[in-house]
């Protein structure tokens, strides 16, 4: 069955970084785009980052460019997402996401705060 555990979350200053880890199982991972989301408190969940089956192209929400990275390791059946220069309002909850056929798989997710 198709499993994804996130891990790596946890409380960071504002301006810190963290690495987030996606371990995916259960499926031909390099064969599919991944996605992560986050879901902040009272908000629906949005759509942070994506990367291809084979990690040639990413795209990115415009609230997280240039401070964001995904990025993926077909090898490991791993996908990452680098986050620096954090904001408050970067803190969430962060799932990982795989859209097979016409179904959604998703992580329990791994919370991330910005505070001081």
């Known amino acids: 069955q198709v499993q994804l555990v996130e891990s790596g979350g946890g409380l960071v200053q504002p301006g810190g970084s963290l690495r987030l880890t996606c371990a995916a199982s259960?499926?031909?991972?390099?064969?599919?785009?991944m996605s992560w989301y986050r879901q902040a408190p009272g908000r629906e969940r949005e759509l942070v980052a994506t990367?291809?089956?084979?990690?040639?192209?990413?795209n990115y929400a415009d609230s997280v460019k240039g401070r964001f990275t995904i990025s993926r390791d077909n090898a490991k059946n791993m996908v990452y997402l680098q986050m620096s220069t954090l904001k408050p309002e970067d803190t969430a909850v962060y799932y990982c996401?795989?859209?097979?056929?016409?179904?959604?798989?998703w992580g329990q997710g791994t919370p991330v705060t910005v505070s001081s």
């Open positions: 996401k795989v859209l097979i056929a016409t179904r959604n798989y």
């Open positions: 259960g499926f031909l991972f390099s064969w599919y785009a």
């Open positions: 990367i291809t089956n084979a990690g040639d192209s990413t």
